[in-house]
């Protein structure tokens, strides 16, 4: 090299080459693919503090302009390893850290691990104990879309307004959940064969007098956004997903009833006692974010109507099966997989179990890391703004995505 | 149940040189599952997914499992000498199984709405030949997942297209979900430090004394 | 028109905001700590040590078998056996913990501990409001701090208390029949013994 004329070291936007692990292969690790604009392209983290990524979550979008060319995301800020925990615990001492996994949701969360440890050790739980699961979960997928549906819009720039209004009405549900099990959040509620503690004096009259206010919560609701030309512009044709994608990607839940496939849980699986309930799966035409919006209103209002019936047809009676002991349960060598409709998506609960007290494996399929998968997908050639409303659709937490 | 044993029949009809095993299950769950050898697994899943009977569209959750190495007890028939008279003698022989690794496949379908159909695949030990095919070409959901087992595990699955780490940062070095992980003692206070805790709180004062 | 479906939306904002003033139902907020909202009975927060009668320390129904210690998920609770023994509600001597400690900061409020203790020893406290400036031991309450009244249970649990209540003190009556029992037979025993001296039986070959 002369030392005449020094060249200016032009840096190549390919600076995210990650090397290979050791032994994997021939495969091609550059995660930036080549631009074809003259421009440079701008490299953003949408770092993990971010008022709109839903908790600790990053993601690393490259841009052309204001379009997005790339976007990878980034998570396991929150990753606490749950499930080795639970691999040194009891399996009822892993029922109050189940709560914290998606930590909007705790009634379903725990309805999920109990049933995949009774399928495992071979309990039924009595009606009572049934319907009481079925009221407290289609209360807490009215608190989780409630949540949703508050946060989206403040995603959108609402600054607040119908978040405090869909808070409002969460608080009302998080009161029943106290009364009935302790505490508003961490309920640590369902019990393997049953439930934890019966309803106390008074509970089924409020619970009824809640759910008798709530249509009139979506009727406001629905009068202050549904016609609003913000929201339809900024929702409608944004953030598309065809139905071929989402069932490869495995994605479930709301997202995957918005773009038009019939495949709900509480339907396929008939877990509970959902098939005396009558009820309907509202389905989407585009798959974009304005019918999964749309979809998760729909949906609290079937759950609404559960809840009407479940309420007024609960029996009386054990709220525990006689067979299940609270210490020193053991069940027999073997595995099971579980799952339920969560609000979220389907969460699924896979235990191997050696005969000791603490189970071999433990594994939690968590539905918000999954419907991550196609973020990227959605997000192509549109634009940031775009892709914070797409993130905020798809309704992650990041307790439930990093475990 | 019925399902898993057409299953087996139908895949090794359809796919030469492919063994399938069905792996028992006790419990009151019921759930058998496929073991599949590594060789034929892209071929058997994509078998699966297009069969016009099976229609495995969704592969729900993939799973890692660490066995490693264990003593297995079995009780055998042995022809001893037993006071002059030979007779049938029941021992216990003790054997040496291999630890190896495991990747667990749960799939469904959502055309048909049926399922669960498990298929497992097995490495061969834990060190060096941790390698397994990816099924990520035939489902897209396996690849936060694989790349979780991957991070956590340790196998390595060829044809991923995307293979690093996922929830722990990228420099790290060990697998922290196997069982043999010890992860490290740095705490910064304790009140009532008792039993292992204490153990490795001692351990890690000795340490930092001493240079 | 467009923009009309903005005004509807606004035309709910105002209702929301000027019934605020008077409608009950619009007035969510409470000020707090001037204002608390009163818990519900059920409410559970951090654990606590109930002990009968005056003297805390005497009256302890806990009698350190360890059982909440092993099943306590986040291992919060460290128990240490005493080697005196004292007398329990019932008159008979148990065993107690020399050091009974919970650790509050590590502690997440599941009531596994509550709901394994076969003593009704320990029962969840509605009380939140316990921060400590001390980072290192400040939110570790050990036995003295933790024992708490039967009457403060009774207050804040009055349904679950009054069921504790009315079970012990069944028990402990069944019990006292049962001692009255045993030694009302072994009075008759002995009377018998010394009315017929002669119908002792034979000693044994």
Redesign the interface.
């Given at each position: 090299m002369s030392d005449a004329i020094i060249e200016p070291e032009v840096k190549e936007p390919e600076t995210q080459v990650?090397s290979?692990?050791e032994?994997?292969?021939e495969?091609?690790?550059t995660i930036l693919p080549k631009p074809d604009s003259s421009g440079e392209l701008l490299e953003v983290a949408m770092g993990p503090q971010h008022p709109s990524t839903h908790g600790v979550f990053r993601m690393d979008v490259v841009l052309d302009g204001e379009r997005i060319v790339k976007l990878k995301p980034v998570?396991?800020y929150l990753?606490r390893?749950h499930?080795?925990i639970a691999e040194n615990t009891t399996y009822l001492g892993s029922m109050p850290y189940t709560d914290r996994l998606d930590y909007l949701c705790s009634m379903t969360n725990n309805w999920g691990y109990a049933l995949s440890v009774e399928?495992?050790?071979?309990l039924q739980p009595p009606e009572r104990a049934e319907y009481l699961r079925i009221i407290t979960a289609e209360l807490t997928r009215l608190v989780n879309h409630t949540c949703l549906v508050g946060f989206l819009l403040q995603d959108m720039g609402a600054l607040g307004t119908p978040l405090m209004y869909a808070f409002r009405q969460r608080e009302l549900i998080l009161d029943l959940f106290e009364s009935l099990s302790g505490s508003r959040m961490m309920c640590n509620y369902m019990r393997f064969g049953g439930c934890r503690v019966d309803l106390p004096a008074g509970w089924l009259e409020q619970a009824k007098k809640v759910t008798n206010d709530f249509p009139r919560f979506f009727d406001e609701f629905e009068k202050l956004l549904s016609e609003n030309e913000i929201l339809v512009a900024r929702t409608q044709g944004v953030g598309v997903l065809t139905a071929d994608?989402a069932?490869?990607?495995?994605?479930?839940g709301p997202m995957l009833r918005a773009s038009g496939?019939n495949?709900d849980i509480r339907k396929?699986d008939k877990y509970g006692i959902y098939e005396r309930f009558n009820f309907r799966v509202p389905l989407g035409d585009h798959g974009d974010v304005f019918d999964r919006y749309m979809i998760r209103v729909l949906e609290m209002r079937e759950s609404l109507k559960i809840l009407g019936d479940a309420l007024r047809d609960i029996p009386a009676g054990p709220i525990m099966d006689p067979k299940a002991k609270i210490r020193g349960f053991r069940?027999?060598?073997?595995?099971?997989?579980g799952?339920i409709e969560g609000p979220k998506g389907?969460l699924?609960f896979?235990l191997?179990?050696d005969g000791s007290p603490n189970p071999y494996?433990y594994?939690v399929?968590p539905p918000s890391?999954?419907n991550?998968?196609?973020l990227e997908d959605m997000c192509l050639g549109l634009t940031v703004a775009d892709a914070v409303i797409i993130l905020g659709s798809v309704d992650i937490v990041l307790g439930e995505v990093?475990r | 149940m019925d399902l898993v044993e057409q299953v087996k029949s139908r895949v090794e009809a359809a796919i030469a040189g492919s063994r399938l095993e069905i792996v028992p299950?006790?419990?009151?769950?019921g759930?058998r599952?496929l073991l599949v050898d590594a060789e034929h697994g892209v071929a058997v899943a994509k078998f699966l997914r297009y069969d016009m009977e099976l229609r495995l569209?969704?592969?729900?959750?993939v799973?890692g499992?660490?066995w490693p190495e264990a003593e297995v007890s079995q009780k055998v028939k042995v022809k001893k000498v037993v006071e002059g008279v030979e007779k049938e003698v029941e021992e216990i022989k003790k054997t040496k199984r291999p630890g190896f690794l495991e990747a667990?496949y749960?799939l469904y379908s959502?055309e048909k709405?049926h399922g669960?159909v498990?298929i497992r695949m097995r490495t061969e030990d834990r060190a060096?030949r941790n390698?397994l095919p990816s099924l990520m070409p035939v489902?897209?959901?396996?690849?936060?997942?694989e790349r979780e087992i991957?991070d956590l595990y340790g196998i390595?699955f060829?044809?991923?297209?995307?293979?690093?780490?996922?929830?722990?940062?990228?420099e790290f070095k060990d697998h922290?979900?196997r069982k043999d992980?010890r992860e490290p003692d740095d705490y910064e206070?304790e009140?009532?430090p008792?039993d292992e805790v204490l153990e490795k709180a001692k351990q890690h004062a000795s340490q930092e004394a001493a240079p | 028109m467009l923009g009309e479906g903005i005004i509807k939306g606004m035309a709910e904002t105002a209702r929301n905001f000027v019934g605020s003033y008077h409608d009950p139902e619009r007035m969510t907020t409470v000020q707090y700590p001037e204002d608390k909202i009163a818990a519900k009975e059920n409410a559970r927060n951090f654990p606590f040590l109930v002990f009968d009668g005056d003297d805390a320390m005497k009256g302890l129904r806990c009698v350190a078998c360890q059982i909440c210690e092993k099943e306590c998920p986040p291992k919060c609770i460290?128990i240490i056996k005493d080697t005196v023994k004292k007398p329990d509600y019932m008159g008979k001597m148990q065993v107690q913990a020399k050091r009974f400690?919970i650790?509050i900061s590590v502690c997440m409020s599941c009531q596994i501990c509550v709901e394994v203790c076969p003593f009704e020893a320990i029962k969840m406290d509605t009380e939140f409001e316990l921060s400590s400036t001390d980072?290192?031991?400040g939110?570790?309450l050990d036995k003295h701090q933790l024992a708490k009244s039967n009457e403060y249970y009774q207050k804040i649990h009055p349904t679950e208390a009054t069921e504790v209540d009315t079970r012990l003190a069944e028990e402990k009556a069944k019990a006292e029949a049962k001692a009255k029992a045993d030694a009302e037979a072994k009075a008759k025993v002995a009377a018998a013994k010394l009315a017929s001296p002669s119908q002792s039986p034979p000693p044994k070959a």
């Open positions: 990650v290979p692990p032994g994997a292969g495969v091609n690790y998570f396991g990753h390893n499930e080795k399928k495992l050790a071979g994608l069932i490869n990607a495995g994605i479930t496939v495949y396929v069940p027999k060598a073997g595995e099971a997989y799952r389907e699924g896979y191997i179990s494996r594994r399929r890391l999954i991550l998968t196609l990093d | 299950n006790d419990s009151p769950s759930q599952s569209d969704y592969c729900s959750n799973t499992v660490d667990v749960h959502m709405k669960p498990i060096e390698h489902w897209r959901s396996a690849e936060f997942q991957y390595v060829e044809g991923h297209g995307d293979l690093r780490r996922i929830l722990m940062w990228d922290p979900m992980y206070y009140p009532t008792h | 460290y400690d650790d980072r290192f031991g939110l570790l």
